[in-house]
């Protein structure tokens, strides 16, 4: 079955920096690749998804990039705000087979203001 | 829409006691699962389900039993709780099919068994 890993597990910045959380998948079938957000006591909801037909995908200050080749993606978060903290998960499923993600473990990324 | 619901948000249980976790969709969607999440553990699923009458178990199943009896409905069943059985339970649903794999969650149920 798949596998997802994620790095790193806590991330802490300061307001106004950049943060990177990385994915690696084993599957080559997988070809859809998630990111939900938590924040505290609140349940997952997606905030940007990327296809494996496609390098790099953006939405304001978020933007995923994946590499096929190496089974790796990649959540980047600009100019981060204190509301940026929260729990990141990666998932991977493969669409047109499975459609039930394997999630990583989650990243914690506090934003100090 | 009120989109996935679960009873109870939380719940304390003595080892020994079986409980069912109600979960329910207003969307029609065909794909509905369940996971526990535990901190440093990320989301793990227990079992999934394809469609009203089928079911799989997945990566964490033992303990735990599931039906789906129609679309709306997917409950999670503790047959006898133990304290390992402690943690955050969500449930969640998607339709299946290219562009609609977004997995939709419930607010949770937490779990205490003492």
């Known amino acids: 079955g798949e596998n997802v890993e994620q790095h790193p597990s806590t991330l802490s910045v300061q307001e106004g920096d950049s943060a990177v959380i990385k994915c690696t998948y084993s599957?080559?079938?997988?070809?859809?690749f998630p990111w939900y957000k938590q924040e505290l006591g609140k349940r997952p909801q997606l905030i940007i998804d990327?296809?494996?037909?496609?390098g790099e995908k953006k939405d304001q200050r978020i933007a995923v990039t994946l590499n096929k080749t190496a089974k790796h993606f990649s959540l980047h978060i600009t100019e981060t705000q204190p509301e940026d903290s929260a729990v990141y998960f990666c998932?991977?499923?493969?669409?047109?087979?499975?459609?039930?993600?394997?999630f990583g473990r989650g990243t914690s990324l506090i934003v100090h203001p | 829409n009120a989109g996935v619901t679960q009873t109870p948000k939380f719940q304390v249980l003595k080892t020994g006691q079986s409980m069912t976790l109600q979960c329910a969709q207003d969307?029609?969607?065909?794909?509905m699962s369940w996971y526990r999440q535990d901190p440093g553990m990320g989301l793990r699923l227990i079992h999934y389900?394809?469609?009203?009458?089928?079911?799989d178990q997945g990566e964490v199943p033992n303990g735990y039993n599931v039906s789906r009896s129609t679309t709306e409905d997917f409950p999670l069943r503790l047959l006898s709780a133990a304290p390992s059985q402690t943690s955050v339970y969500f449930c969640?649903?998607?339709?299946?099919?290219?562009?609609?794999?977004?997995?939709?969650f419930g607010p949770g149920t937490r779990l205490l068994v003492l």
């Open positions: 998932a991977a499923l493969a669409s047109g087979g499975s459609y039930i993600p394997t």
């Open positions: 389900s394809v469609g009203a009458g089928i079911t």
């Open positions: 969307m029609n969607h065909e794909y």
């Open positions: 599957d080559s079938a997988s070809n859809y």
């Open positions: 990327i296809r494996s037909n496609v």
């Open positions: 969640a649903s998607s339709e299946a099919g290219t562009g609609q794999e977004t997995q939709y």
